[in-house]
């Protein structure tokens, strides 16, 4: 049953043009895996009527990377809306409108506009080999402007494995130098790592920061409310294991019928992110739930330390 | 000499690009184009199980995933002679074609469109006549309140004064023509877009597990098992039809009324004489009945058969030690390990030069048009007489920019109608049992294989070498390089240097018209630069866990 307050929350966002229906089904994801409450939402519904004078301003940076995660965070149900009326997005080259010399201007005023007050969305690893010179924007290295723009914002996420730890970037034997966001500069981030990230983990991050909720963390610098348990713990597959049914061949009727994937290679047991119960793409499988194996793409190193994938660990 | 323009970063593409044109007279007089990024997956490649290189391969890019994972599970097959079953060839078809669907869409309305429509001049517009401009055009026409309504929202975010993604824009630049009612329908069309391409990604997740980066194809065929099921099909079904429907409905009416305004860009942006196109969907055998024809224009309208040993890249012009031109299997490739110059004068780009048969040729949605129109591919032909027809303009008119973003609608129909037959297909082959979807293999000790494919951007290759059961040689050539790449031994140029040259530019300090052709050919530069081997001959021992 929905109190008020959700009512009038509802309300003000089909004001606002959102359909209450996906972002009651997008809210459910959220509450349901995060363990977000309807409180919280309620919080940010506040701040959303807030922010109609000012909206939370993010300033997207793309580095060493192949904007998966970019793409990822475009398949939230209602992104029209998230951009254009939750929040600020000053500066994203895959989306933003200007280019060149125009663009450079967007990022400069935007720094200076809200400094200290913006989110930083790290999206790519920083190369840091040859002075950076590996990779370049406007004719500054990732390296130059990270120094330049990350130490200002208020906040710092470090979305998908190659902000977070280096990535596929940073593979052996990592000829580019690249680095994570903390490695490279120092900073302190909060990594959402996966290849790629799954966008409730960063809307759910989002939401967590807008309502001031606290963000314990891992040793890796990740959220607990997403990555607290490894993917084995929330695997469906998980009653097989425990039963000693293991599938060996791809296609299988032991893979139809749920059994373990272990022996094809699964990294569930070593590998800590919520695939098995937010799922993506509005909730609709996970790799396991493909039949193919975890390959552990949320933890540092991955390329390197899960590798061979096909082999068991 | 005239002026120089430099545009970096080049936005609303994959990836890191700059431009640099020459300006004289107003019109573009030499051009050149840049990588500014690389991350060197190859060189990561060599010494690990050729299993794993598709998860490599695919990190390549998040906007044209999959597609790189296909080519590897491709390549990797051919080199261990691994034929997979029918289910495998079927429901890797329609991935792909729900690739198709998605990334031409997403192109359409987030990457290009914004280079003819001017959201600024949308708040202008008089929803009324907005409405009857979209029953005119639109199969989908809506009302007047419903154009209200987005403008109102548009309004609301432009009275913000926090203009985000649409800030610092070209708006009211004297090139964009369209009367403001049809910004505002595009633009209502744009956030719709929006919404639609969230759903549409979903068909990669049914079958794939996750999109962007699905993850069901292994080497020897797919493995999503459990979702052979009639509820699944029916999913991807709905979700097929839905976006084919705003394809039909949506896409293709406003590309042709966007089209209908800006038929002086059919005599822009060509100036390319070589065309290639692998083709792709095989409709039975891997090589065999594939729905988009391969072939080579070289000069006149002769579709010639291709053959892979005429690819070489070229690398005088790249931030590489010099060396000869290579095909793949020789791929040899040494960076500079050091801080490297951007001079158009030398070298300027990371990314390397394909050649075919020593000629720079353009790959992709035109490229691919053309070769299909040529062999007769009749669902083709047919779409290219209409749209002609329908804007009044003749076959030269494909030439261009305008022709390469209409080859784009045109193939996304082409493909979404072919993607019912595959549905079809595989439900009757699970309807009498038929759930085969892997081959078990043994690696071979040795091998050497390639795997070509068609996918959004244009004609991709990988070839492989095997030995002692691990990766020796791995090189991939791109449809982002053979468009984007630079000049070469001979300064002859690259597809997108040669086509800018003779784009009109009205104002240098917002030259819009250069990233009308740029984005014409939905550069994805994360992609085309992935190559370097600095160490050469020297093979990565692989950490054994």
């Excluded at chain 2, 640099?20 to 050149?32: Q, R, T, Y």
Aim: hydrophobic share 35%.
């Amino acid at each position: 049953m929905k109190t008020d307050q959700q009512t009038e929350f509802y309300e003000n966002l089909e004001k606002k043009g959102v359909s209450r229906r996906d972002f009651l089904k997008y809210c459910t994801a959220l509450t349901a895996t995060m363990g977000l409450s309807y409180s919280c939402v309620g919080k940010v519904a506040e701040q959303i009527e807030a922010a109609a004078a000012q909206r939370p301003a993010v300033i997207w940076l793309h580095f060493g990377e192949c904007t998966g995660c970019s793409e990822a965070f475009l398949r939230t149900p209602d992104v029209g809306g998230i951009i254009l009326e939750t929040i600020s997005v000053e500066y994203h080259e895959t989306i933003m409108a200007a280019s060149g010399h125009q663009a450079e201007q967007n990022l400069h005023n935007a720094v200076k506009q809200y400094d200290g007050k913006f989110v930083c969305v790290v999206e790519g690893a920083i190369a840091t080999a040859h002075n950076g010179a590996y990779g370049k924007i406007g004719g500054r290295t990732f390296l130059d402007i990270a120094w330049d723009v990350i130490p200002r914002a208020a906040a710092t996420i470090a979305i998908g494995s190659c902000a977070a730890y280096g990535g596929v970037a940073a593979a052996a034997p990592n000829p580019g130098g690249y680095k994570g966001v903390t490695d490279a500069i120092g900073a302190p981030a909060i990594n959402l790592p996966g290849c790629p990230m799954n966008p409730l983990n960063l809307l759910g991050t989002i939401l967590k920061y807008l309502n001031n909720e606290p963000m314990e963390m891992d040793g890796y610098g990740r959220p607990l409310f997403a990555y607290g348990e490894s993917v084995h713990d929330r695997c469906p597959r998980l009653k097989h294991y425990e039963n000693f049914e293991f599938a060996t061949e791809f296609g299988s009727k032991e893979v139809e019928m749920g059994y373990c994937l272990l022996d094809l290679g699964c990294k569930g047991p070593d590998t800590y992110n919520n695939c098995p119960t937010a799922k993506f793409n509005d909730s609709t499988s996970f790799p396991i739930q493909a039949g193919h194996p975890c390959i552990g793409c949320s933890e540092p190193g991955f390329w390197d330390y899960m590798t061979p994938f096909y082999e068991e660990t | 000499m005239g002026q120089r323009i430099l545009i970096d970063p080049i936005t609303r593409i994959e990836g890191h690009l700059r431009i640099e044109v020459e300006v004289e007279n107003g019109k573009v007089k030499d051009a050149w184009s840049s990588g500014q990024m690389f991350r060197g997956i190859e060189m990561m490649l060599k010494g690990r199980d050729p299993r794993d290189a598709h998860h490599f391969v695919q990190r390549s890019c998040g906007v044209c995933t999959y597609i790189h994972a296909l080519s590897s599970v491709r390549a990797v097959e051919a080199a261990c002679n691994i034929t997979i079953p029918d289910n495998a060839r079927i429901i890797r078809n329609l991935l792909h074609g729900a690739q198709y669907q998605h990334d031409h869409i997403v192109h359409f309305y987030h990457l290009h469109a914004l280079d003819w429509v001017d959201i600024v001049s949308a708040l202008s517009a008089d929803p009324v006549k907005t409405a009857s401009l979209s029953e005119n055009v639109s199969g989908r026409p809506g009302t007047a309140e419903y154009f209200r309504t987005v403008q109102d929202k548009l309004k609301t975010f432009v009275n913000s004064g926090q203009l985000g993604p649409f800030n610092n824009a070209y708006w009211g630049h004297p090139a964009y023509l369209l009367p403001a009612e049809a910004n505002l329908m595009a633009a209502s069309h744009y956030l719709e877009a929006l919404k639609l391409q969230a759903k549409a990604a979903r068909m990669h997740a049914i079958f794939g597990g996750k999109n962007p980066h699905p993850q069901s194809l292994v080497v020897g065929g797919v493995t999503c098992i459990g979702d052979l099921t009639p509820e699944r099909l029916d999913e991807f079904t709905q979700i097929w039809k839905e976006t084919k429907e705003f394809v039909d409905q949506v896409y293709i009416p406003d590309l042709l009324a966007v089209a209908s305004f800006y038929k002086d860009w059919a005599g822009i942006g060509g100036n390319n004489t070589t065309y290639l196109a692998y083709g792709d969907f095989p409709r039975k055998g891997v090589d065999d009945d594939l729905l988009l024809p391969g072939g080579v224009l070289m000069g006149d309208l002769t579709p010639r058969s291709l053959d892979t040993n005429l690819i070489t890249e070229d690398v005088t012009r790249g931030w590489y030690e010099p060396g000869e031109a290579r095909h793949p299997y020789q791929g040899e490739t040494r960076p500079i390990p050091a801080e490297v110059t951007y001079n158009t004068e030398d070298k300027y780009s990371w990314m390397k030069a394909p050649r075919y048969d020593g000629r720079s040729a353009e790959v992709g949605p035109l490229a691919r048009n053309l070769v299909a129109y040529t062999r007769g591919q009749k669902d083709v032909k047919q779409l290219v007489d209409h749209v002609l027809t329908t804007l009044g303009v003749g076959t030269e008119a494909l030439f261009s920019t305008l022709g390469r973003t209409a080859a784009r609608g045109i193939e996304t129909v082409v493909v979404g109608n072919a993607m019912e037959s595959w549905i079809d297909e595989l439900r009757s082959n699970i309807a009498r049992g038929d759930k085969e979807i892997y081959q078990p293999w043994i690696m071979p000790d040795t091998g050497m294989g390639y795997g070509l494919n068609d996918v959004p951007r244009g004609a991709l290759g990988h070839w492989i070498e095997i030995d002692k059961k691990k990766i020796k040689n791995y090189q991939y050539v791109v449809p982002s390089t053979w468009n984007l790449g630079p000049s070469d031994a001979t300064n002859q140029k690259g597809p997108v240097e040669n086509s800018l040259i003779g784009t009109p530019v009205a104002d240098p300090k917002q030259p819009l018209e250069i990233l009308r052709t740029v984005h014409s050919y939905d550069p994805c530069i994360a992609c085309a630069v992935h190559v370097i081997d600095p160490h050469t001959n020297e093979t990565y021992k692989v950490r054994v866990i």
